[in-house]
């Protein structure tokens, strides 16, 4: 099993910033890539940046050049540094890991994702 936990959520006023965190623990014998998604309200779930290790980082264009994905791998976790916050950032943010779990007599590869935090761009 793995768990992801979110940290950093909240309200704040447009053109601010707000910096989340998830930390992943667990049965992990390797990360295969984390990252954030979003969902806003009455809309579907969206990639918002994706960091597959050892590839490319993958951004939402609504989001490039005002987020910034990073991680610190010796303790698995990602970051969300968001600037320029605008209102059409509001959405519920979740944590996403690909994981190579470490099972009873084997590795394995699965996604896991955090309950979310809820990050309100509000005058």
């Known amino acids: 099993q793995v768990q992801l936990v979110e940290s950093g959520g909240g309200l704040v006023q447009p053109g601010g910033s707000l910096r989340l965190s998830c930390a992943a623990s667990g049965s992990i014998d390797n990360i295969n890539a984390m990252g954030w998604y979003r969902q806003a309200p009455g809309k579907e779930r969206e990639l918002v940046a994706l960091?597959?290790?050892?590839?490319?980082?993958k951004y939402a264009d609504s989001v490039k050049a005002r987020f910034t994905i990073s991680t610190e791998d010796a303790k698995n976790i990602v970051y969300l540094q968001m600037n320029s916050l605008q209102r059409e950032d509001t959405a519920v943010y979740y944590c996403?890991?690909?994981?190579?779990?470490?099972?009873?007599?084997?590795?394995?590869?699965?996604?896991?994702w955090g309950e979310g935090t809820l990050v309100t761009v509000s005058a």
């Open positions: 996403y890991a690909n994981v190579k779990v470490r099972g009873a007599a084997l590795t394995y590869d699965a996604q896991w």
């Open positions: 960091l597959p290790r050892g590839e490319s980082v």
